[in-house]
DNA sequence: ACGAGCGCCTGTCGGC
DNA sequence: TGCCGACAGGCGCTCG
């Protein structure tokens, strides 16, 4: 489940726990178990557990799609690609056969990251900017202006959905995302990013932070078996609903493969050329 | 510079 | 019921 708006929720919950499990902030890591080897990037598997026990977290952050927790010395970096998720668990629930890896914190607690596909990969290192530094500006930071954004998209000549798909023009914008902010946006996601005018070039800018906040707002989303708790799902105006009336228009939302992705879009409202 | 294809993995769902 | 293909929230790689 990851795109911006759930490693956000995933973020406040650690930080502010939940009804079911307490802020993990400032706690200490006792010991450290890997499940599944290629869940770990680095250090390697038999140096990773030595040097992360007994450094405490310090501050949870995020940078794109990458949960970034601070430790007393290194940084944790985690990201959960395709399946994964942060769970926090008490020390009496029963390990998932989905584990991959498993921190136990000095508050009787557990981190668990869990990650069916094992796409998922966990970065234990000294400086974070070696992993987050080829990533683009993030889409809510106000300081990226019309002006520059206007200017960003217009020197590359390439299709919006691939563009935006691309972490290191925007860090955090998903499948599902994408095509909500180009259809709230109605730009045509195959479109080329150099034809935007100044005007559509801020539309799309202010579709993409209105489709992501009201993500975060409600928590995210919640598709088939990868349940977080969210409910943006329910609130898709595009996204796998193929064949269903635009909101807009009444028209069928169409599908097309772009990069591998499935791309839903109004083949009326989004138009490739007018 | 750009896009298409493939690989990495497991699970679910619809059609036959 | 079982089998099979399509599909899934991501991204790094190679190849034209």
Redesign the pocket.
């Known amino acids: 489940?990851?795109?911006l708006p759930?490693v956000e929720t995933i973020r406040l919950n650690l930080i502010y726990g939940t009804k079911d499990y307490p802020s993990i902030l400032g706690t200490i890591i006792l010991r450290a178990v890997i499940l599944w080897d290629?869940s770990l990037a680095t250090p390697a598997v038999d140096k990773f557990p030595s040097r992360v026990e007994g450094q405490a977290l310090q501050s949870i952050g995020r940078r794109?799609?990458y949960l970034v927790l601070k430790l007393t010395r290194d940084f944790l970096l985690i990201?959960l690609?395709?399946s994964g998720d942060i769970l926090i668990e008490s020390e009496d629930e029963s390990i998932s056969?989905?584990h991959r890896m498993i921190l136990y914190l000095d508050n009787g607690y557990r981190l668990a990251f869990n990650d069916?596909?094992?796409?998922g990969r966990v970065w234990l290192v000294a400086d974070a900017g070696e992993i987050l530094s080829a990533l683009g500006p993030e889409p809510l930071d106000e300081s990226l202006t019309s002006i520059e954004f206007h200017r960003r998209i217009t020197s590359?000549?390439?299709?919006l959905k691939?563009?935006l798909?691309d972490?290191s023009f925007f860090a955090g914008m998903?499948?599902?995302y994408t095509d909500e902010a180009l259809h709230l946006a109605l730009l045509h996601p195959l479109l080329k990013s150099d034809q935007l005018t100044l005007e559509e070039s801020d539309r799309l800018l202010q579709s993409i932070r209105q489709v992501l906040n009201e993500g975060i707002k409600r928590s995210?989303?919640?598709?088939?078996?990868?349940?977080?708790g969210?409910d943006f799902q329910n609130y898709f105006r595009v996204y796998q609903r193929t064949g269903k009336p635009c909101y807009r228009c009444g028209n069928p939302i169409v599908r097309i493969v772009?990069?591998?992705?499935?791309t839903h879009f109004c083949s009326h409202c989004q138009p490739l050329k007018e």
């Open positions: 489940m990851p795109e759930e290629r794109g799609k990201h690609r395709m056969v989905h069916p596909r094992k796409f590359h000549h390439r299709q691939p563009l798909l972490q998903g499948n599902i995210g989303a919640s598709i088939d078996w990868v349940y977080r969210g772009s990069v591998q992705r499935g």
